[in-house]
């Protein structure tokens, strides 16, 4: 049955993909915006957190799916940055939270997360109820923040989900355009000695899970990453092979990834290897599995 979806984050590289496929389903697409704009499929509301602006009817809607909030790898983590990272992700949140509590609109939601809440656990798949507790590691205490905002939601909504999003494979950017790059001078790049695990997920895969989700009224915290984690040489080795070589493949060197990106390194050098299970026993299936098959479609 089609739905009226309000997307937060609709004009980001998730949402971009994510309000085509619900389109293309039949559902009634809108898009919340600091920005007003025409758009031939998808209706725009705006809103200002700062300025406390909502437009009318915005709320209006079955569910709100919540994916705003600034890169996390867009900027080198400066005080101001990370504030920045922090804020745009809870201050959304509260400010959504307060305006369904002030209107009598009651739609389902579905919030953003990610697996940094894991931080550094690869001795075998984690799963929804193993995450971290070490507020020391940025990542951690972002993600710990950004799901406690959700959770004031869930008492007021109908359906009530988290995605914790994984490590993006998109054509439009991301990790993926990073690992291409160098490839243009014959050279592929791990990092560190490559054993770091990479929990990935194809993007049209991602927002499949949103749908099922939506298609379903499944409530809960599910795991968006594909059923098979690779390390980085593994992630390497599959993409030479997607576009034939010959490649010069090598590690960038851990203290050259940390002068050069400071605090962030931490987050490039993670390794956190995450399960699916939760997802696949709600009967959701997997169309890329495996890294290969998920590059072959994303590259060739």
Known sequence: MAKKILITGGTGLIGIELRELLRLQGHDVRILSRSKKDHPHFKFFHWDVEKDELEDGALDVDIIVHLAGAGIADERWTDQRKRIIIDSRVETTRFLERKIRESSFRPGYIGASAIGIYGNQDEHAVTEDEVSADMDNF?????????????????????????????????????????????????????????????????????????FLIENQVSGIYNGVAPNPVNGKEMIDALTNVKSGPYLKFGVPEKAIEVMFGEMSTAILASTKVSSEKIQEKGFKFEFEKVRGALEDLVA
């Not at 001078?185 to 194809?202: C, E, K, L, M, P």
Request: glycine share 8%; with cysteine; charged share 20%.
């Open 139 to 211: 990542l951690v205490k972002v993600c710990h923040l950004w799901e406690d905002s959700h959770r004031h939601l869930e008492e007021v909504v109908g359906q009530w989900a988290i995605v914790r999003i994984g490590i993006v494979l998109s054509p439009n950017g991301g990790v993926l355009n990073k690992l291409l790059l160098p490839m243009k001078a014959r050279t592929a790049n791990y990092f560190g000695d490559g054993s770091q695990v990479f929990s990935w997920i194809h993007i049209k895969e991602l927002c499949r899970i949103f749908s």
